[in-house]
């Protein structure tokens, strides 16, 4: 985008949103949105609060150990089927299902099953990202030229080497694009199923605020995790960028 | 960001392929439908968890919720918002995105906010739905729509810009006018992106329904949940769920047959 | 030719009008992006109702040249005329066939053959039946409610040719059409090709990079020496027409012009 020669971010327009926010919260029409400034000396107290430190590191633990498992379990279940093709049809339909599955519908039956703690969080974590990593790490599996492949086996490779020398780092740029996509979904997972709990750790702060109209601080409290989400997947993007230049290659 | 996320194309295993023959990929198919429900069966019978019902009791409450009516109403109810929710995001959507696509003033003003909104977790703010639209069928629209429309935008504006340079030279040195490129070679190379847009958003419709179904108030599919669950009625709330699953897997499932059929002729097999 | 009726009066019948240039290219420069020069000063006459190849290296402007004079890129500074009158954009009096076909994926064959007389607002039936007489003379009879991606890519680019012949004019701008073609077929439609123009009586522009297909098919070859692109020299292969294709191939002038190309090109890729 270019005004008069310059050129302007593409972000920028960002700005302009948070002009008009500030504008509409000080004339008071819509009464659930406080003024930006407000919103933000809210942010600033509020991430000093000990409340919200508790509650922000045990939600962070709960990310950190369902990414890990999700990540772990996605990439394996996708080389799994990628190159199995028994696996593949056995396991290929659910997965499609569940990546696109309303999942929110089953955070009531893991509030059944794994209580009404951490563990369910976790569990909700890895229901919402695991597939769509194992669905992008099989599209990247798929796409590696059979040559590449046959390179490996005519230096008669092991299977473990082919794997870990060749394969994984072929399919590298699906899976990252798999990861961050995971992430980001991983993110809203964590959220509604704070917000379905209620009683755990930000899902709590949520409802504290809300229910005493404490708008300031859930507009802080949510505009932390679109942060959050934000820089997660520029991190990741940034380095899906740094693997692009052979991603684009083979295809 | 890269494309991937906002376009979410997802990578398909082949796993559902048109014909309705018994191949062999459709027995293993079948086959792990049936191994699916063995196993939950022997699981619910050891039993794993007090609140886990058999697949033969769910399977009993869910034609017991069928044919007393419950589950049908119950429907009526979730899809309306659904509906509603979903035709608003595609009408305001897709023009948005097109014009977004076409203009750059526009792609420069909205594309950042609906990135965001595409990537944050805007599920945080149903709570606050309910305090300016109510308890009612409004809210759940809101809903519907805050999850929705994100992708539907970027997708139909994805697909617009993206549109193929060549086919578009091709337009101009035949000397088409900018309408003509636009409605004859524009908007028709980017259907397939934005039926795709349309189908994500569907399934996101369905998320942010259930969800405010569960948040606001009880009705519909979300209320035989909650009522359930809370009478410890476990094998009708598992169906609910189960119904719900499915329901939606269907959905995406024959939008997805559609947009084949439709808009990607090159990938018909057979013919 | 009522598609030309509007052109200067320096035109009588279009592609009749031997010895006149149906397009003259005039001090071309052009940049892009402000610092890769790719073509310097460039004048070029294309001689009316003949086959002018624009051959060299790859980087030498060939494709830049021949988008120019389709009107779809502007040259930085220089004039393109096309039948004494200077053009700034695409016009009627040209046709392009795309390296990569450019065909749409979602219409038929019978309407990308009449896309062009399409979009100049012809009525159905009528675009349909000069689409369905383009379609034959290209060999595609059979074909017209099959899609793009149903035909093989010889057959594609068949199509890319009777869209542009569909609209009639003058002259046929075609930029490498067979590159993504395979040799065999590449072999038959160049034959088809010349068959066909000696028919319609089209000046034509081509584009290629193979120093066999220019000679092969070309009155006059313009070399280009790359980086900045500028004319090297230009050759009007001495070559008997009315022999057969296969003669041709094994005709002496055919090999010693493709050898003395040759070695004006080698030395461009050291």
Redesign the interface.
């Known amino acids: 985008m270019k005004i008069l020669g310059y050129r302007i971010p593409a972000a920028a327009s960002l700005l302009i949103w948070g002009v008009l926010w500030e504008i509409v919260g000080r004339s008071g029409t819509v009464f659930i949105l406080p003024p930006l400034s407000d919103v933000l000396s809210a942010l600033v107290e509020l991430v000093e609060r000990s409340s919200f430190q508790t509650a922000a590191l045990e939600t962070l633990e709960s990310f950190a150990i369902g990414m890990t498992v999700a990540i772990i379990g996605g990439v394996a279940l996708g080389f799994l089927m990628g190159r199995n093709a028994a696996a593949n049809n056995v396991l290929g339909m659910w997965v499609n299902i569940m990546a696109s599955a309303p999942l929110s519908s089953l955070v009531p039956v893991l509030m059944l099953l794994f209580g009404l703690g951490q563990l369910t969080i976790v569990v909700t974590v890895i229901l919402f990202s695991i597939w769509i990593i194992a669905l992008d790490t099989y599209a990247g599996v798929r796409h590696i030229s059979t040559s590449l492949d046959e390179m490996a086996k005519s230096f008669s490779a092991s299977s473990w080497q082919l794997l870990t020398k060749v394969l994984f780092w072929a399919a590298l740029p699906e899976i990252l694009a798999g990861i961050r996509i995971g992430l980001i979904r991983a993110v809203k997972g964590i959220v509604i199923g704070q917000l379905l709990i209620s009683v755990v750790a930000l899902g709590r702060l949520f409802r504290t605020f809300s229910d005493n109209f404490q708008f300031e601080n859930f507009w802080a409290l949510t505009l932390i995790l679109f942060v959050f989400a934000l820089g997660f997947s520029s991190v990741l993007g940034w380095l899906e960028h740094k693997v692009e230049y052979y991603a684009g290659s083979r295809i | 960001?890269?494309t991937?996320?906002a376009t979410?194309d997802?990578?398909?295993?082949?796993?559902?392929s048109p014909a309705f023959l018994p191949t062999?990929?459709a027995w293993?198919?079948i086959?792990?439908?049936v191994?699916?429900f063995v196993i939950w069966q022997i699981a619910a019978l050891i039993p794993i968890?007090p609140?886990?019902p058999t697949f033969t009791s769910t399977i009993v409450a869910f034609y017991e919720m069928v044919a007393d009516g419950r589950m049908i109403f119950a429907y009526a109810d979730t899809l309306k918002p659904l509906l509603i929710g979903v035709a608003i995001s595609a009408g305001f959507g897709i023009l948005l995105g097109i014009s977004m696509g076409l203009n750059?003033?526009f792609?420069?003003?909205?594309?950042?906010?609906f990135v965001?909104m595409q990537?944050?977790?805007v599920?945080?703010?149903?709570?606050?739905i309910t305090?300016?639209y109510g308890l009612g069928l409004t809210a759940k629209v809101v809903a519907v729509v805050i999850l929705a429309a994100p992708i539907i935008v970027l997708n139909s504006y994805k697909a617009v810009s993206n549109a193929?340079p060549?086919?578009i030279?091709?337009?101009?040195?035949?000397?088409?006018?900018r309408l003509?490129q636009i409605w004859?070679?524009i908007i028709?190379?980017a259907?397939p992106v934005m039926f795709a847009g349309l189908r994500?958003g569907i399934?996101g419709g369905?998320?942010g329904v259930?969800?405010a179904e569960?948040?606001i108030t009880p009705t519909g599919?979300?209320d035989l949940?909650?009522f359930h669950?809370s009478r410890a009625d476990?094998a009708e709330?598992?169906a609910?769920?189960l119904s719900?699953?499915t329901f939606?897997?269907l959905t995406?499932g024959l939008l997805e047959r559609a947009e084949i059929n439709f808009?990607r002729?090159?990938k018909k097999k057979g013919? | 030719m009522s598609l030309a009726t509007d052109m200067t009066d320096t035109v009588k019948t279009p592609g009749a009008i031997d010895g006149g240039n149906v397009v003259e290219v005039r001090n071309v420069t052009k940049f892009y992006d402000g610092d890769i020069h790719a073509l310097d000063s460039v004048d070029l006459g294309f001689p009316a109702g003949q086959m002018t190849t624009l051959l060299g290296p790859s980087g030498c402007g060939k494709t830049t040249m021949l988008k120019i004079i389709a009107g779809l890129l502007e040259p930085t500074s220089g004039e393109i005329f096309v039948n004494g009158k200077q053009v700034t954009g695409p016009g009627p009096e040209r046709a392009f066939v795309f390296q990569d076909f450019a065909l749409l994926p979602w219409a038929t064959v019978l309407r990308n053959v009449a896309f062009g007389l399409e979009l100049r607002g012809d009525s159905k039936a009528e675009r349909e039946e000069i689409g369905r007489h383009y379609i034959a003379e290209v060999g595609l009879s059979g074909f017209e409610q099959k899609y793009p991606h149903e035909l093989s890519g010889g057959m594609r680019q068949r199509v890319g040719l009777a869209r542009a012949l569909a609209v009639n004019a003058d002259v046929l701008l075609m930029d490498e059409p067979f590159s993504a073609v395979d040799e065999q077929t590449r072999r038959k439609f160049q034959e088809d090709l010349l068959h066909l123009l000696s028919a319609e009586k089209k000046s034509v522009i081509f584009v290629t990079h193979s120093i066999e297909e220019a000679v092969y098919v070309s009155d006059q070859i313009v070399l280009l020496s790359p980086r900045p692109g500028r004319i090297h020299s230009t050759i009007r292969p001495d070559i008997d027409r009315g022999i057969s294709p296969d003669d041709i191939r094994r005709d002496k002038n055919y090999l010693d012009t493709v050898e003395t190309i040759w070695q004006d090109l080698r030395k461009y890729l050291d």
């Open positions: 960001m890269t991937s996320s979410g997802l990578p398909r295993a082949p796993g559902r062999k990929a293993y198919r086959l792990s439908v191994g699916l968890s609140a886990f750059r003033l792609q420069w003003f909205w594309e950042p906010i965001v990537a944050a977790p599920a945080a703010l149903i709570p606050l305090y300016v193929s060549n086919l030279q091709m337009c101009a040195s035949f000397q088409g006018t003509q004859k070679v028709p190379n259907a994500l399934a369905f998320i259930i969800l569960l948040l599919v979300g949940i909650t669950r476990y709330m598992y609910a769920v719900v699953m939606s897997a995406v808009f002729p090159e013919r």
